[in-house]
């Protein structure tokens, strides 16, 4: 079922040459989400894996903007709460603000500063791993937080870009993986 589920999911991601610019294969994952049953099947499978491969997590962190889509039924399907990493200047009150180099300039992502508690166990998703800067980024604002990654999960890997190596440490998890 599992391997179904998995085959579900993989039909469903589309790529796109040359977007958003020349040379770069974009997976979109826009049909997996128009896709109850496909979509159903993600979550399943990511609820699964959480369950069976770590301890129980206190938050998912989701980050800007894909892993909200995907954060809040899985946290949902756990019985926890969702947290969400912004970009910078979206989030009111006290926050917590790292900067982070994208191909092009600086970006910054926030994280309100009681999001989570010390030693609160959280897992951060989002949609795509590719080169790992804003993930790294996430980890870096819930690790201020003094809280516990216990992994970054993502639907789609993309291999060559090496994005885990900036992870260092944290756990890591993707559903599908491409050269």
Known sequence: ??????????ARVRSFPDF????????DISPLLKDPVAFRALIDLLEDHLRTSLPPIDFIAGLDSRGFLIGP???QRLGVGFVPIRKKGKLPGPTESVSYTLE???????????????????????????TGGTMRAAC??????????L???????LKFLKGVEKLESVPFFSLLQYD
């Open 1 to 10: 079922a599992m391997e179904e589920r998995l085959r579900a999911v993989r």
């Open 151 to 157: 992994e970054c999960l993502v639907i789609i890997e």
């Open 140 to 149: 870096e604002l819930v690790k201020r937080l003094k809280a516990e990654i």
């Open 73 to 75: 039924p899985l946290a």
């Open 104 to 130: 092009y300039g600086e970006a910054a992502l926030e994280i309100q500063s009681d999001a989570v508690e010390p030693g609160q166990k959280v897992v951060i998703v989002d949609d795509l791993l590719a």
């Open 20 to 27: 958003p610019v020349p040379g770069v294969l974009f997976r």
